[in-house]
């Protein structure tokens, strides 16, 4: 291991007792033993058609035989004119323009640009800053860390973007315990904009970011009422709201995105993971055309916004979205995630009194599970339950003491009974 760094992990202790994958097919894993590790995450909340998609795998084969690589700017080709034009069909109504990027830390810092640009390009410059939530993560770049609310993400990194705050969280213990869908109270939350638009001038206000359901930080799902009440206030007052869809878009919650899902429409959107069913890697921002024209419009010549990848709408990536959302919609599989959301949530929840769990949120094929903190510290307890689950064959991800779930949408009711009975028997060996 002395080579490899690896991300958002611990080095040192991995390579005293390394977990390692060597295959995967549907929805499971194998280690370099041959031992099948059910997959409850989606890899990282990314293989949403399951692994080993033989049409995905002979689309960038083909592709990488036809135009493996096509300069991103001021060069064009019809795969990445397809995917765009591809992806408009399930975005929501009034969403439909796409700029590609790699990764969600690229979408969300695209966005935040676009936004500034956009207001810039209207007349307003000073419309500068940022508003996230706290517990929100949207990626490791600077823009996404400085309007990010996971501190110990941003400790080791010096001074962010200033013109930044932060709403507060969604997060409601006390009324919300044990939700199924969006829990019953908190949509006042959303009245924090309130505060901020006070205390900076709504004028000086590019945009809000939220991930609708907070996921890395331990899945909080937005309370009823709270999407709309955002919603009305940024358009109240002239400010963009961007719904950072990095896990919750392609299928999670039962519908293609958050936005479809809760009824929500934002004005822009970050999206990657699900999107080459993490495959191959790809993200985008998409918008309403009107953010774009209006950015157009105030660069009557030349190029309208400095920013873009080498990799953006990369011919492969694109091949890899094509086939991806060509298999979601044959299979029907966000219907299926529907379908199939009541049973993990009853599945899920009967997990309730178990040792140790303090709360179970569940919407669509999302689950957070959360535990009291053991006796040697925050995180740990969480952390040994984790290792237990794969040592039982049961990949899980865990933040603090949060564990959360978001399997392949391709997932059975077998599959969900056989990730309850492990968590079950590790919840029950753990002190
Ligand atoms: C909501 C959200 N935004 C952004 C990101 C960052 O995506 P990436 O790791 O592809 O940069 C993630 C990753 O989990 C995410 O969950």
Same mark, same amino acid.
């Given at each position: 291991?002395?080579?490899?760094?690896?991300?958002?992990?611990?080095?040192?202790?991995?390579?005293?007792?390394?977990?390692?994958?060597?295959?995967?097919?549907?929805?499971?894993?194998?280690?370099?033993?041959?031992?099948?590790?059910?997959?409850?995450?989606?890899?990282?909340?990314?293989?949403?058609?399951?692994?080993?998609?033989?049409?995905?795998?002979?689309?960038?084969?083909?592709?990488?035989?036809?135009?493996?690589?096509?300069?991103?700017?001021?060069?064009?080709?019809?795969?990445?004119?397809?995917?765009?034009?591809?992806?408009?069909?399930?975005?929501?109504?009034?969403?439909?323009?796409?700029?590609?990027?790699?990764?969600?830390?690229?979408?969300?810092?695209?966005?935040?640009?676009?936004?500034?640009?956009?207001?810039?390009?209207?007349?307003?410059?000073?419309?500068?800053?940022?508003?996230?939530?706290?517990?929100?993560?949207?990626?490791?770049?600077?823009?996404?860390?400085?309007?990010?609310?996971?501190?110990?993400?941003?400790?080791?990194?010096?001074?962010?973007?200033?013109?930044?705050?932060?709403?507060?969280?969604?997060?409601?213990?006390?009324?919300?315990?044990?939700?199924?869908?969006?829990?019953?109270?908190?949509?006042?939350?959303?009245?924090?904009?309130?505060?901020?638009?006070?205390?900076?001038?709504?004028?000086?206000?590019?945009?809000?970011?939220?991930?609708?359901?907070?996921?890395?930080?331990?899945?909080?799902?937005?309370?009823?009422?709270?999407?709309?009440?955002?919603?009305?206030?940024?358009?109240?007052?002239?400010?963009?709201?961007?719904?950072?869809?990095?896990?919750?878009?392609?299928?999670?919650?039962?519908?293609?995105?958050?936005?479809?899902?809760?009824?929500?429409?934002?004005?822009?959107?970050?999206?990657?993971?699900?999107?080459?069913?993490?495959?191959?890697?790809?993200?985008?921002?998409?918008?309403?055309?009107?953010?774009? %024209?209006?950015?157009?419009? +105030?660069?009557?010549? &030349? /190029? =309208? *916004?400095?920013? $873009?990848?080498?990799?953006? #709408?990369?011919?492969?990536?694109?091949?890899?979205?094509?086939?991806?959302?060509?298999?979601?919609?044959?299979?029907?599989?966000?219907?299926?995630?529907?379908?199939?959301?009541?049973?993990?949530?009853?599945?899920?929840?009967?997990?309730?009194?178990?040792?140790?769990?303090? %709360?179970?949120?569940?919407? +669509?094929?999302?689950? &957070? /599970? =959360? *535990?009291?903190? $053991?006796?040697?510290?925050? #995180?740990?307890?969480?952390?040994?339950?984790?290792?237990?689950?794969?040592?039982?064959?049961?990949?899980?991800?865990?933040?603090?003491?949060?564990?959360?779930?978001?399997?392949?949408?391709?997932?059975?009711?077998?599959?969900?009974?056989?990730?309850?009975?492990?968590?079950?028997?590790?919840?029950?060996?753990?002190?």
């Amino acid at each position: 291991m002395s080579a490899l760094w690896m991300p958002f992990t611990a080095n040192r202790a991995f390579a005293a007792s390394p977990r390692i994958l060597a295959e995967a097919e549907g929805i499971f894993y194998r280690d370099t033993a041959g031992r099948e590790i059910l997959d409850a995450v989606a890899g990282l909340w990314c293989v949403n058609a399951g692994h080993g998609r033989q049409e995905i795998a002979d689309a960038v084969s083909r592709q990488l035989l036809t135009l493996d690589y096509a300069p991103a700017f001021q060069m064009g080709n019809p795969y990445t004119v397809a995917a765009a034009e591809r992806l408009t069909d399930i975005l929501p109504d009034g969403i439909d323009t796409v700029f590609f990027t790699n990764s969600g830390s690229e979408s969300v810092d695209t966005a935040l640009k676009i936004a500034r640009a956009y207001h810039a390009a209207r007349g307003e410059p000073q419309r500068n800053r940022l508003v996230g939530r706290n517990r929100g993560y949207h990626g490791v770049n600077f823009g996404g860390l400085s309007v990010g609310g996971i501190a110990r993400n941003k400790e080791q990194f010096g001074p962010l973007l200033a013109e930044v705050d932060h709403l507060v969280d969604t997060h409601d213990p006390e009324r919300n315990l044990y939700s199924r869908g969006q829990p019953e109270f908190g949509a006042e939350r959303a009245d924090d904009l309130l505060r901020l638009i006070e205390a900076h001038g709504a004028n000086s206000i590019a945009a809000v970011i939220v991930e609708p359901v907070a996921g890395s930080t331990g899945v909080l799902i937005p309370p009823k009422a709270y999407l709309e009440r955002l919603r009305a206030i940024c358009s109240a007052h002239g400010i963009l709201l961007i719904f950072d869809e990095v896990i919750t878009g392609f299928g999670r919650l039962g519908a293609p995105f958050a936005a479809q899902r809760y009824g929500v429409t934002p004005d822009l959107m970050t999206m990657a993971k699900g999107l080459t069913n993490g495959v191959v890697p790809m993200g985008a921002v998409v918008m309403a055309g009107s953010i774009r %024209d209006a950015i157009f419009a +105030g660069a009557p010549d &030349g /190029i =309208e *916004l400095f920013h $873009g990848y080498t990799y953006s #709408g990369h011919p492969v990536a694109a091949a890899a979205m094509l086939a991806t959302l060509d298999i979601y919609e044959r299979e029907q599989l966000f219907a299926h995630a529907a379908a199939i959301a009541p049973y993990w949530a009853d599945t899920l929840h009967a997990l309730r009194g178990e040792p140790h769990v303090i %709360d179970i949120r569940t919407d +669509g094929l999302v689950a &957070g /599970i =959360e *535990l009291e903190p $053991g006796p040697r510290g925050p #995180g740990t307890r969480g952390f040994a339950i984790f290792e237990d689950c794969f040592a039982r064959g049961l990949l899980t991800r865990v933040t603090g003491d949060i564990l959360a779930l978001s399997p392949p949408l391709i997932v059975e009711r077998g599959h969900i009974d056989r990730a309850a009975e492990t968590l079950r028997a590790a919840l029950r060996a753990a002190d």
